[in-house]
């Protein structure tokens, strides 16, 4: 079982930034793909970033591309989620999760096994 935490999350004005952060055992890392996803009342649950073991590959939904920073710092066990030029769109419950496969990153949130708690991100215009 892989714990993940989240953290960061609050209420910021349209434009603001919010960083978001998932801290998870330090060998999750290497082996698992680490990705960030939100979900809005009455939507379903979309990626918004996904990173490959070891980090050195990203991939990031469309709405997000240029906006959205996804990074990890293994010294430190975290994921990270940098928001810049929030708009009120991504307002969410935003998760953290790791799929153990390790490969299709980016294949969607079924191939995820492990799952945060969630955190709320709020973009006021």
């Known amino acids: 079982q892989v714990q993940l935490v989240e953290s960061g999350g609050g209420s910021v004005q349209a434009g603001g930034s919010l960083r978001l952060s998932c801290a998870a055992p330090?060998?999750?890392?290497?082996?698992?793909?680490m990705g960030w996803f939100r979900q809005a009342p009455g939507k379903e649950r979309e990626g918004v970033a996904a990173?490959?073991?070891?980090?050195?590959?990203?991939n990031y939904a469309d709405s997000v591309k240029g906006r959205f920073t996804i990074s990890q710092d293994i010294a430190k066990n975290t994921l990270y989620l940098q928001m810049n030029s929030l708009k009120p769109e991504d307002t969410a419950m935003y998760y953290c999760?790791?799929?153990?496969?390790?490969?299709?990153?980016?294949?969607?949130?079924?191939?995820?096994?492990?799952w945060g708690q969630g955190t709320q991100v709020t973009v006021s215009s």
């Open positions: 990173i490959w073991p070891g980090g050195g590959r990203t």
């Open positions: 999760a790791a799929d153990p496969g390790g490969t299709y990153c980016s294949g969607g949130s079924r191939r995820y096994n492990y």
């Open positions: 330090r060998y999750t890392f290497r082996t698992n793909c």
